[in-house]
Nanobody, 122 residues
Framework: VQLQASGGGLVQAGGSLRLSCAAS?????MGWFRQAPGKEREFVAA????????YYTDSVKGRFTISRDNAKNTVYLQMNSLKPEDTAVYYC???????????????????WGQGTQVTVSS
């Protein structure tokens, strides 16, 4: 499965962006990670095929929303109330099995997109 992320850009603090990630095939869990300069890649959010549950890291709860359109094999990350500390390269990722729900390490994801830069100015 190939993943293609898009939608990054430059925005002022308090603004919004929506990231998209199109998959070339079906995936059971899709997620977003981000990596700031000099820091490790960190988990942001995940959503299963059924879209019944979602999971977020604490720092984005209430500001980011993950959703998916299974007909288009696409996952979205709506980012509102952006802060300078949200600046990072954002990566979409996917797992081939629903059994991986609850494990959010980079090693537990099977497929990765190329990343899209999000820059939030203060």
């Amino acid at each position: 499965v190939q993943l293609q992320a898009s939608g990054g850009g430059l925005v002022q603090a308090g603004g919004s962006l929506r990231l998209s990630c199109a998959a070339s095939g079906r995936t059971y869990i899709m997620g977003w990670f981000r990596q700031a300069p000099g820091k490790e890649r960190e988990f942001v959010a995940a959503i299963p095929w059924s879209a019944g549950n979602t999971y977020y890291t604490d720092s984005v709860k209430g500001r980011f929303t993950i959703s998916r359109d299974n007909a288009k094999n696409t996952v979205y990350l709506q980012m509102n109330s952006l802060k300078p500390e949200d600046t990072a390269v954002y990566y979409c990722a996917a797992k081939r099995s629903i059994a991986g729900w609850g494990k959010w390490t980079t090693e537990s994801f099977d497929f990765w997109g190329q990343g899209t830069q999000v820059t939030v100015s203060s």
